[in-house]
DNA sequence: TTGTATGCGTTATCAT
DNA sequence: ATGATAACGCATACAA
């Protein structure tokens, strides 16, 4: 059943059809009438192909991600294809790994079949320190927009949606100081655009209070659950004394939680920990983790507004900074 | 730059660019090396949309789930999407929400727009009870192969790929009461196939035990960890006594555990907790979580290489069962 | 081994 | 308001 069908059926033109199923104006009420009558009697629905291949779209934009398993970048994948539905558009989803080879592999292999209409970057590990590794993002976007969350990048085409991931984790440090707390260790798992932002604002909070940073306190680390518990043990026989642990991450901060327990620390007595991302698991623990809510949600929300607004040829922020909140819970006095 | 300018650079017939391109054995060394000279000099790639109007296919798959930032669904789209695109083909995400309504519409959207080779329900809740409810999934399946991941319909070209939940959660609740623990609460929130089976199975193991069900133990419950610690709390005071809990699955459990922590209660010592599903949440926290262990990247990986076998038109077995394992870790004695 | 011609099902342009 | 027809870019049957 094709538009050829239709028309034989309805006794008028595929000109006609087509214009009654794409809403065209240039129809009388008593022809459109009549054709969508065929139309609904035999079911016709258009060929997506053939459409694609006039329209040169099929309105789909594909969402590339490191690990789409990963609960955070889950949550968030769910949201942008949420709201990506409810203006018409379908989502490809592409798990690329961590590692820039790939990601670009990806990323070209997704554009190249050149079947999306825009391409979305969920977490910051998509944009690299070395700005030079990032010119295959600029590439690609040379042909379609590029959406950013969570990262922040220049070039034409590209566009960020962001939090203030700097700024949260300023605030946050200096809440602690002033509580009297500056024996923070800052844990951290990621060397990606938001990761050294976090970092930078730990920094950024002891100096404007007009403390020695100790660099020894800032630990870069990979690893599961476990493995955090045991690094953090590991420190503390060394003698490492810290009486709050701020982390890049949620998972991190369960690890610090593991920790706590096992060396029977009193929490948030003793030691308080803040995590990021305000995930699901923030919940699951005891007690229940303070955390810092970038705010996932709306930075999505905006993503996919923004991306309305530049296919509808509007003028668009090429950044745009959310500000993130602290979700207090049971680790901390804050 | 299509296939005619390729053509006309290569001095050929565009019927031998396409045989090229598509490894077509019927060309000379000599051709296919100066035709992929200039492919790779000009930097062409074929149009997708072109060749799915041509073949009447995009090589990709939808996959719909109610919820994708679920991270047991999360983990399984993962897995799916990775080995599918090992396959070569793309996935098209879509998140159905949980009524049938919805579900409905979502799949004939999907369906409707013919650009899927198949679609995959990610989750028991596709398939309801009433059975007649399940029609409109066969009518589906008329067009494209449906595959079921943990759950199972017959069907013409639906199949079934799951765990045995029944016998699952029969040996549990049958060690359990083998170790005299026989006030076994069972905490369910979904009425699905698969929630039904395990159900059966707890239901069973009583019977075969020469033990009568008691039927307000069977506990239907929907809400979030808090709601369900609550719950238990009321139960409690209404004077229910249990030595042990099984939920259908790991967020139940962390209510459960929630519960027991609130009222003092020793974990497994006085409490036995038995998840399901394995997933990521059980290892945080304090015990961590003994679960039922669904296999669920086998599954996914059978999913994947049966749709292939579909796809190539082999014969591929209607339902596939694997067992399920259990994952012993602090809150069962077992 | 290579080329020609046609079909795939739309949308859009131009007449009328 | 409606119709005829040309793109869109590829795959492939058939011819050579």
């Not at 192909?49 to 955070?72: E, H, K, Q, W």
């Not at 700005?131 to 993002?137: A, F, G, H, L, V």
């Amino acid at each position: 059943m094709n538009i050829y069908d239709i028309s034989n059926k309805a006794g008028v033109s595929i000109a006609t059809v087509s214009r009654v199923i794409n809403g065209n104006t240039n129809v009388s009420p008593k022809t459109r009438e009549k054709v969508m009558a065929i139309i609904d009697e035999y079911g016709y629905t258009p060929n997506a192909f053939a459409r694609g291949l006039g329209l040169n779209s099929m309105n789909t934009v594909g969402i590339l991600c490191a690990d789409s398993s990963d609960p955070y970048l889950a949550r968030a994948i769910y949201l942008l294809e949420r709201d990506l539905r409810g203006n018409g558009y379908d989502s490809i989803l592409c798990c690329t790994g961590y590692h820039v080879k790939t990601k670009q592999k990806y990323l070209n292999l997704v554009l190249s079949t050149k079947r999306v209409d825009a391409v979305i970057l969920v977490g910051s590990n998509f944009v690299e320190v070395q700005d030079e590794k990032n010119q295959y993002i600029r590439d690609v976007a040379k042909n379609v927009p590029i959406m950013i969350i969570n990262g922040a990048m220049d070039g034409e085409n590209i566009y960020s949606v962001l939090c203030d991931d700097f700024r949260a984790v300023y605030d946050v440090t200096k809440a602690l100081i002033r509580c009297g707390q500056s024996n923070i260790l800052y844990l951290y798992n990621s060397l990606s655009y938001s990761g050294l932002k976090k970092v930078a604002g730990y920094r950024a909070a002891f100096e404007d209070e007009h403390l020695m940073v100790k660099e020894d306190y800032i630990q870069y680390f990979e690893g599961n659950i476990i493995e955090v518990k045991n690094h953090l043990l590991k420190l503390s026989n060394k003698g490492f004394d810290f009486n709050a642990i701020i982390t890049s991450d949620d998972n991190l901060a369960i690890g610090a939680l593991k920790y706590a327990k096992e060396k029977g620390i009193k929490i948030p007595t003793e030691l308080s920990i803040i995590g990021y991302n305000n995930s699901m698991i923030t919940e699951c623990c005891e007690p229940e983790l303070t955390s810092i809510d970038n705010k996932l949600e709306t930075v999505c929300k905006n993503c996919v507004s923004s991306l309305m607004s530049v296919f509808a040829g509007d003028d668009v922020p090429l950044k745009t900074v959310f500000s993130a909140d602290l979700v207090k819970r049971g680790t901390t006095f804050l």
